[in-house]
């Protein structure tokens, strides 16, 4: 007969745990217990306050979920889930300090950046994410872990992104709302291609030309790792792997003859860097208008690139007709805290758009797409922006793919 084992799993929060241990062991004593029971009360008192009101119950109770929750975050993190060290800290510390040490843990996670979109905006308020991540969503310490690593990653690529673009002497309030990896791959390119500082838009033009013919030339792409010998140590993991992304990405655009030259600027545009001169402020309206129309489109007619033109503009941010899905959300979030710029949008087709078609990107900007972003874009009941992407994706060029699928479809 084959011998079964029932496993016992013990859901308790890290805290209970370690202090029913403690307890057990001679580790806490009662005059210590006290101690907690008078500091957890204090702290409820003010958890409660600072969420809603200490004088409801269901307050006091959810204020109790709360810092019970930072309690044990701290303590497993602290003493690697080591209930005997978790035991002694609870009885050579206060029960205050475990709860305001697993806070911190919030607010050092929370002033991270969430994404590696260089000046882009919280996606929640610290209040807001301390209401999740210590009630509706608490973190496991395994949790908070993985998205520590993933937030410090982000922080790692913006810190290279802001090393390279100094070294070519791009100005940090030309990079807000920039994908730090288009700065990394821009500056790859640029010493790849024996350039000193950042291209303008035109120069980076002629700098795909340039590179794209030593490519042709050789059969292959391969940027030599010796363009990086003069990047910090910190920075050099990161900067060689986005190069090794780039032969393998970028090769087979730079490597196919057929390709036109402005086609393969469209590809790169959500890719790259381009800085555009004389403009000290990228997302200043006035500056740009006074631009052509063709130099604003590059080219690019069809609807889904005017539509990620204006909706750029409205959201603040420097135009583009194709963004990323990163850049995309990151519009989502401008524009749920700030509304749309219509008059911005309008503005700039009466100064800059072909006197033939004003009208009727007027229409397409203020009766058909507009109501419907407005809807779709500001409903707060969406929190992962997953509808809010649906419909951009579908009315807009996000990414090189879904502009690939568009052109299918017509």
């Known amino acids: 007969m084959t011998s079964q084992r029932i496993a016992v799993v013990d859901k308790r929060p890290f805290f209970e745990k370690a202090l029913c241990f403690g307890v057990q062991h001679d580790i806490v004593n009662a005059a210590k ?14 958890v409660a306050d600072h969420f809603g009101t200490s004088h409801l119950y269901s307050d006091l109770e959810n204020a109790r979920t ?67 991540r210590t009630l509706t969503n608490p973190f496991s310490l395994a949790a908070y ?44 390119l640029v010493r790849f291609g024996g350039n000193e500082q950042g291209a303008s838009r035109s120069q980076f033009a002629k700098l795909v030309e340039a590179v794209r013919s ?39 655009s730079m490597l196919n003859p057929a390709m036109a030259l402005d086609v393969l600027m469209n590809i790169f545009e959500s890719r790259y860097f381009m800085r555009e001169t004389g403009l000290e402020d990228l997302d200043s309206f006035d500056a740009f208008v006074s631009k052509e129309w063709h130099q604003a489109t590059g080219g690019k ?64 900007w203020r009766e058909e797409f507009l109501p419907e972003a407005r809807e779709r874009l500001l409903d707060e009941s969406d929190k992962t922006c997953a509808r809010a992407m649906q419909f951009l994706d579908e009315n807009c060029n996000i990414g090189t793919k879904a502009s690939k699928a568009k052109k299918l479809r017509k």
């Open 33 to 46: 217990c006290q101690a907690i029971i008078a500091d957890g009360a204090k702290g409820t008192l003010q």
């Open 145 to 188: 872990r993985k998205e520590l690593k993933r937030r410090q990653g982000n922080a790692a690529i913006i810190a290279a992104a802001l090393w390279l673009a100094d070294d070519m002497g791009i100005a940090r309030s030309s990079l807000e709302f920039v994908s730090a990896e288009a700065v990394i791959r821009t500056a790859i």
């Open 301 to 364: 007619e069809d609807p889904y690139s005017r539509l990620t033109l204006f909706m750029c503009l409205a959201a603040g941010v420097k135009p583009k007709t194709t963004v990323s899905d990163v850049e995309a959300r990151a519009m989502v979030r401008r524009v749920r805290k700030n509304g749309f710029d219509s008059d911005a949008v309008c503005a700039f087709i009466m100064q800059s758009a072909p006197f033939e078609i004003k009208q009727d990107l007027l229409a397409l």
């Open 66 to 132: 709360r810092i019970v929750n930072l309690v044990s975050l701290y303590l497993e993190d602290s003493c690697g889930a080591d209930l005997e060290k978790a035991a002694c800290s609870l009885r050579e510390n206060t029960f205050l300090f475990h709860s305001r040490s697993g806070n911190d843990m919030l607010k050092k996670l929370h002033a991270m950046p969430e994404s590696t979109v260089y000046g882009d905006m919280k996606g929640q308020s610290l209040k807001d994410f301390q209401n999740e």
């Open 214 to 252: 030593t490519v042709l030339a050789s059969g292959k792409m391969r940027i030599p790792k010796t363009v990086l010998d003069d990047v910090p140590d910190e920075h050099r993991e990161i900067v060689d792997r986005i190069r090794r992304e780039m032969e393998k990405q970028d090769a087979p």
